[in-house]
Structures are given as structure tokens and as C-alpha cells.
């Protein structure tokens, strides 16, 4: 199978910025950890010529289009019309697409209505992708040395479509296997990751290595081709080792989604629990843990103590020390942390308290200035971060950090 793929985006809400094109993000990072390169990107509105003159592009320069959006049951839902007539195909019945749309409509106890009967037609010959998180479903086919696949616009749906259903018709077109294994670091920049490596990177060949920038955090992806999969994991190991002896304990995790999920694994090893004290974060901390299935067996809660009566008042910080250091202060930070292990009887605690701006605050800190602590039952550590402007960068800055120092503590 080839490599060469375009995503095309089907909406006029994307074009107008009412919603943003998640979809694209994520299957550009699914497509990546199946070795498809993603060469393009379009967006183009709810309109029939310019949705062919798009395809019509995309099939002179991809063999793999993708596209999401446009199958459901309105007027404007014309993707499926548009690709059939592109690579002339008919649209044909399919009596499961109907069965299954009638029967999700009785789940939700809503009355069908007579449009939807455009989602039980798919192109002639193409695989049925049928959706058990809504109505439309989607289809793959292959035309003149051109695979297309079509997938629904909601991000729900989409991602789910794309995982359950486009991922195992993927592999089944390639040859041999195809692995992926994503190192998630902490604590280095992409430049200062990429200096590092770009000598090698250059060099690889199979596998290959490509470094991946997050908000305040850095991916490298391994990526290895071979007969079977258990060969291209054994291409893989070597290369990881080599970046694990290099990187140290940067590296926080592989294969893994965040710093929370790595934290959220050891304190369950461990049997330990986890609270929160928060003041610039405003509470981010403790929602990225409670977004995390489970979490209830580790995390105690949090405090969101925004003013100094609640620093005070809840978390038990001396009135002294407020008044002396202020509230973005190292000594503060250590109390809030401390004080926050003594309230929610919890075995660790983290606290935040900075300056998230636009501006500096009362006593002339500026703003990015943040302090960082963890208590634990052998002490206290602050961590003073400088993290730039940005109220959002500030507060995944301090988040971030939180995470780290609870991994590191763990991990010693």
C-alpha cells in the first residue's frame, strides 16, 4: 500500500471557524503511527463543484483521500454524492446502514425522519463502515489505484470510526506490519530534542524516528516496517533503549496520553493517594486527574484557594507569611502543599500559586512567575518556574510541573 494520503474536510462551518477541524489532527496522528504520511490538508465548503474540483486534486497527487464530514442527513450532506460521481460509482441500498439508523433512533426514543433515508445508500462495491455512535455510517473502496475512505464529521464519531473501523481496514491493505512506539518527555524542548537527534534522525531509515512538539512536552515516535509485528518490535527496542540512556528520566512514559496518566499508574502501583492545593490553576489539576477513569481510587481532591482567605481559612497558611512573602512565594507554596496533605489526608500533595496575568500582580511578580511544591511524608520541595505570558501557557506550565514532581517522587 502506498504512503501518499490528503484529508478533506467537508463543511462550511469549518471554513466560517465556528468549529475547529479536530478531525484532522487526530487522523494525521493515527495515520503517522501506521507510517502513512499525510501530505495535505483541505477544507473546503458544503458545495458540490468545489468539493469535486478538491477530490478531483487529491487523486492527482494522493492514493489514500480520507474524507470526514458531509454524510448525514441534510441537504448539504453531499459527500458521498460528490466522491460516488468523482470515481463513478453508483450510491446502492444497504439494508444494515437502515436497520441500524431506525434502530438507534428507537434507543434514543425520537421519531426517524424521512431524510435520514439518504445515510442508507453507499457507493457501489465499497466497504460498509457501519457506526454504532450515531447514524451515518462510513465506506472505503478502491478506484483506479486510489483508496478513499469516508468517515463522519462529528469528532465522537469520527475518532471512533476512525480507530475501530479505518485503522483495521489499513492494516489489512498493507503489506507486512507496521509498529509504532511513542516516547512522551518532559523537561526538553523540541529544539534542544531535535539538535540531539538530528544527525541520527537523518540517518534512519527503518525504523525512523520523528520528534513531535505538545504544549510543554515533546513526542518522539519510533516507527518500524517488517514481515510481522513481533520483527518491527524488535526493530523498535534497540532504538528505544539507545533514547532511553540519552534522555533519563525526561522520558515519563511510551504509549501513553499524558503526565497525569503516567502519575495516575504509580500512585495505583503504590497504593498511594494524591490531593491538590490551586491558585493560579483554578483548579486544572484536579480535573485533569478526575478526567482519567478510575482516578476516585488515588486522587482525595482538591482546593481551589484562588484568595488569600481561602489559602488561609481552608489550607491553614499563616496569616504571617502571607502578609511577609505574599501569595506567590515559595514559602506560601510550601504551606498550601502541606496544608493541603493535613486536609484531605492524602500521602502527597501538590500545590500552584503564580501570576497567570495579562498583568503582574500587587507586589510586582510578573507575570509566569510561578511556584510549583510537593509534600510528601519525607518533606516539602518547591519548584520555581518562569513560564512566560499566556494565562493558558502559565497554567499548563504549573500543571505540568505539579505532574512532574509527583512522578519524580515516585520513580526517586
Known amino acids: 500500500m502506498s504512503h501518499t494520503a490528503e484529508l478533506i474536510a467537508v463543511g462550511t462551518e469549518l471554513l466560517l471557524g465556528n468549529i475547529a477541524n ?53 441537504c448539504d450532506d453531499l459527500t458521498k454524492n460528490v466522491l460516488a460521481e468523482c470515481f463513478g460509482r453508483k450510491l446502492v441500498y444497504n439494508a444494515e446502514a437502515e436497520a441500524r439508523c431506525r434502530s438507534f433512533f428507537q434507543k434514543i426514543g425520537r421519531e426517524m425522519t424521512a ?37 463522519p464529521g462529528p469528532p465522537r464519531e469520527c475518532t471512533a470510526m476512525f480507530r475501530h473501523r479505518a485503522v483495521p481496514y489499513l492494516r489489512a491493505l498493507s503489506e507486512g506490519a507496521i509498529v509504532s512506539r511513542t516516547l512522551k518527555l518532559f523537561g526538553i524542548g523540541e529544539s534542544g530534542m531535535e539538535e540531539l537527534l538530528r544527525e541520527k534522525m537523518n540517518a534512519m531509515e527503518n525504523p525512523t524516528l520523528a520528534p513531535y512538539a505538545k504544549e510543554g512536552e515533546c513526542e518522539l515516535r519510533i516507527t518500524a516496517k517488517a514481515p510481522t509485528e513481533a520483527e518491527a518490535r524488535a526493530l523498535i527496542a534497540p532504538v528505544e533503549e539507545e533514547l532511553r540512556a540519552l534522555f533519563g528520566h525526561k522520558i515519563y512514559g511510551a504509549d501513553i496520553s499524558s503526565l497525569e496518566e503516567a502519575v495516575f499508574a504509580l500512585l495505583r502501583e503504590r497504593g498511594l493517594t494524591l490531593g491538590s492545593a490551586e491558585s493560579c490553576t483554578g483548579g486544572l489539576i484536579a480535573k485533569r486527574m478526575t478526567d482519567l477513569p478510575g482516578s476516585s481510587a488515588v486522587f482525595r481532591g482538591g482546593v481551589v484557594s ?3 482567605a481561602v489559602k488561609e481559612g481552608v489550607l ?3 496569616h504571617a507569611l502571607l502578609e511577609e512573602y505574599g501569595a506567590v512565594s515559595e514559602p506560601v507554596a510550601r504551606a498550601m502543599a502541606e496544608g493541603a496533605r493535613r486536609v484531605l489526608g492524602c500521602d502527597i500533595a501538590v500545590s500552584t500559586t503564580g501570576v497567570a496575568g495579562p498583568d503582574s500582580d500587587d507586589r510586582g511578580n510578573p507575570v509566569g512567575l510561578v511556584y510549583v511544591a510537593i509534600a510528601t511524608p519525607e ?32 520513580t526517586k
Open 115 to 151: 431524510n435520514n433515508a439518504q445515510q442508507f445508500y453507499v457507493p457501489e462495491g465499497a466497504v460498509v463502515f457501519q457506526n454504532d455512535w450515531g447514524t451515518a455510517p462510513g465506506c472505503a473502496f478502491e478506484e483506479g489505484g486510489v483508496h478513499v475512505l469516508m468517515l
Open 316 to 318: 491553614g497558611v499563616p
Open 22 to 74: 479536530t478531525d484532522a489532527q487526530m487522523l494525521s496522528q493515527g495515520l503517522s503511527a501506521l507510517g502513512i504520511n499525510v501530505y495535505y490538508h483541505t477544507v473546503v465548503g458544503d458545495n458540490p463543484g468545489r468539493l469535486r474540483a478538491a477530490v478531483d486534486l487529491a487523486k492527482s497527487r494522493a492514493d489514500l483521500i480520507i474524507t470526514t464530514g458531509g454524510l448525514g442527513p441534510t
Open 379 to 410: 518533606g516539602t520541595r518547591v519548584r520555581e518556574l518562569h513560564a512566560g505570558s499566556g494565562r493558558e501557557r502559565v497554567r499548563t506550565a504549573a500543571a505540568h510541573n505539579a505532574f512532574d514532581l509527583v512522578r519524580r517522587y515516585l
Open 306 to 308: 484562588y484568595t488569600n
